[in-house]
């Protein structure tokens, strides 16, 4: 069986509530995104979950021991509270993501992002359009405000955001637990979670992993890079 590259969670969060909360941060400092060779135009983020809650740090996993804390931006949120706390699993990070009209994020894949790697990556959309494209493993997602979605960002995927207002999502990183095990597993068969085999033989698809860790330059992308590095040896001995 193939693995699983997306599912739609059944939760549908209050469009209103997240409108309102939004507007209560979308003047505050708005951090690019830090891998600026991915896209063209704006990709920008706001912490609402980081490390010792850090208003200025935007990773999805983050690089040290210190506890995954609220940033003071969440003070407000009630909203966004409520639905981070409806995910019943270990918070790596929360963010809002913004990609501005025009922009686009260029197709890449990350590295152990997906529920076979013990963690899972959530899409609440806030603010969308019919002209956004969000190609995940040559699928095009239409995900409508207010829904929660799935990505397994092992697979290849991109976004473009061809419509003239920004695109909103609140982006959250957990932890796979037994509460997300009953929840995935209701939905698809277990057997649909299991590593993407590709990833694993493809020495391209390594060595462009490595070039986009490289860019994060945290200690987490730095024993990642280590074990990439150990795999393209091992895979391709006179590489």
């Excluded at 003071?72 to 929360?94: G, T, W």
């Excluded at 699928?139 to 290849?156: A, D, H, R, S």
């Excluded at 860019?215 to 895979?235: A, D, F, G, R």
Aim: net charge negative.
């Amino acid at each position: 069986m193939s693995t699983i590259s997306h599912l739609q969670l059944p939760f549908q969060f209050d469009i209103v509530k997240l409108l309102r909360d939004y507007s209560l941060v979308v003047n505050q400092d708005w951090i690019p995104h830090f891998n600026t060779s991915g896209y063209t135009g704006e990709w920008k983020a706001i912490p609402l979950y980081s490390s010792s809650g850090d208003t200025s740090n935007i990773f999805a996993f983050q690089n040290n021991n210190k506890a995954v804390l609220e940033t003071p931006i969440m003070n407000d949120c009630k909203y966004f509270k409520e639905v981070i706390s409806s995910i019943k699993s270990p918070i790596l990070s929360a963010r809002l993501l913004r990609l501005g009209t025009g922009a686009e994020i260029k197709p890449h894949r990350d590295y152990k992002l997906g529920y076979e790697d013990g963690n899972f990556r959530l899409h609440i959309p806030i603010i969308t359009n019919n002209n956004v494209q969000f190609l995940l493993n040559d699928v095009q997602l239409k995900m409508l405000p207010g829904e929660c979605w799935y990505t397994n960002v092992n697979f290849i995927h991109s976004v473009a955001n061809y419509g003239k207002e920004d695109r909103i999502h609140l982006v959250i990183d957990a932890e796979r637990n037994e509460w997300s095990d009953a929840l995935f597993f209701s939905l698809s068969s277990k057997e649909s979670f299991q590593p993407i085999q590709e990833e694993i033989e493809s020495p391209k698809t390594i060595r462009l992993m490595i070039e986009e860790l490289k860019l994060q330059n945290t200690s987490v992308s730095q024993q990642l890079i280590i074990e990439l590095e150990q795999k393209l040896q091992q895979n391709n001995p006179n590489s």
